[in-house]
Each structure stands twice: as C-alpha cells, then as structure tokens.
C-alpha cells in the first residue's frame, strides 16, 4: 500500500462508498470489486469487514472499467494506474502510454470487425445459397 492509501484511511469519511453504494453506481458485483482489490487495482479503505471507497477509488474503478470496456487487459490498466500514482510530473509518459496502447487496440478492434463483416457476408451468401437449393427443391417437388 502506498502512502496515499495509508493516508486515505485516516480522512474524513463522509465522502466514501460502501460496496452497496459501488455496485448501484456502477452496475458491477460485489465480486468484481473484491476481484480488482484482490488485483491491488482499488484500495479500499477496511473498517472490520467492510470497505469503503473513496472519491479515487470511484474514480480508479471509472478507469478500469473504460478499460475493459476497450479491451484493455487489466496487467495494462494496472501499469497505467501505477504510471499516474508515481509521480504527478508523469502525465505527459502515462498520456502518450495509453495513447500508444489505445492505438494499438484500435487496430486490434477494426482488424476483427473486418473478419466479423468478411464471414457476415459469407453467412449472408450461403444462406442464398440455401434459400434457392430449397426453392428448387420445392419446385421439383411440385412437379
């Protein structure tokens, strides 16, 4: 845990989520965020056996799920994360980072809907295909 997080537990509560209040908010299990704390992706402040989170980790799980959303794999969302919690005179490197991951995603994601539309249209012709073999079909058999 890093020292912000250490920090984190010893501020004012009044601005903090209970795993409830998460999972309303962002239409997610309770499972998945015990997953990506588990991942060391939130940090959760512990009371007992409850979690509260705060406006960063509201903000850190709004990241995350924008980045699966994507197709991000969640070693890349982690390395992004740690990128920005380093040192705020990294932005300008966590930028041109996600720049360089969201581009290569892009690629990845036009590459598959290109294969997806390639084998639509084989779908679509063999189904014409059938739909004559079975109009001939049932002509001979009217004959």
């Avoid at 704390?37 to 995350?64: M, S």
Wanted: glycine share 4%; hydrophobic share 35%; aromatic share 6%.
């Amino acid at each position: 845990m890093t020292s912000t997080e250490k920090t984190e537990g010893k501020r004012d509560l009044s601005d903090v989520m209970s795993i409830r209040e998460m999972c309303d908010a962002f239409d997610v299990t309770p499972r998945t965020l015990r997953f990506y704390e588990q991942k060391e992706l939130l940090f959760p402040i512990r009371q007992g056996t409850r979690r509260l989170f705060t406006r960063r980790d509201r903000a850190r799980l709004k990241l995350i799920l924008r980045g699966k959303r994507f197709g991000f794999s969640l070693e890349d969302i982690r390395q992004l994360l740690d990128m920005y919690n380093r040192d705020p005179g990294q932005q300008e490197a966590q930028l041109k980072r996600t720049y360089e991951l969201a581009q290569d995603r892009l690629r990845q994601m036009e590459q598959q809907r290109d294969e997806l539309n390639e084998a639509i249209a084989d779908l679509k012709a063999q189904m014409a295909w059938g739909e004559d073999m079975m109009a001939n079909l049932h002509k001979a058999a009217k004959n």
